[in-house]
């Protein structure tokens, strides 16, 4: 089991600055890569931007997947299961954290998460999803208070 936690990435070069080939040692096979959206609300832009982006990325690397799996709400309980459990690799993608918890929590996807054993990266809202605690600065006008 590998998890990797960031609190961005470069846009130009995601995996890059050797990423990507921790990334090569630790996944098992290239079976499957699943992506779930930082919230419901961002399924569109992560289907038509950040899902091609991340894998045209990872393809700069060397890591190329048979099949991308973008978790939607529109998955069933046990749909969402069997996507992670059978991932070789989880990406928990930017966006709110809440609204992550709550399309995670709607699909039961949190023990899944807890006790995946395969590679996973969270990046942002994807990161701070798998603390124990969350505490967001006021930082925007969606987080006005802490």
Avoid: W
């Amino acid at each position: 089991m590998a998890r990797y936690y960031c609190s961005g990435f470069d846009i130009t070069n995601a995996f890059g600055h050797g990423l990507g080939e921790q990334f090569r040692q630790e996944r098992k096979s290239t079976g499957s890569i699943v992506f779930i959206p930082g919230g419901a609300e961002r399924v569109e832009k992560a289907r038509n931007k950040t899902v091609p982006i991340f894998l045209e990325h990872l393809k700069n690397v060397g890591i190329e997947f048979e099949k991308s799996i973008l978790i939607t709400p529109d998955f069933t309980k046990e749909e969402a299961k069997e996507a992670v459990n059978h991932a070789d690799m989880l990406m928990l993608l930017g966006g709110n954290p809440f609204r992550l918890k709550e399309l995670c929590t709607e699909l039961n996807l949190l023990k899944e998460l807890q006790k995946y054993k395969g590679l996973m990266v969270g990046l942002s809202a994807g990161a701070m999803f798998m603390s124990k605690y969350i505490i967001v600065t006021p930082c925007s006008e969606e987080y006005p208070d802490f």
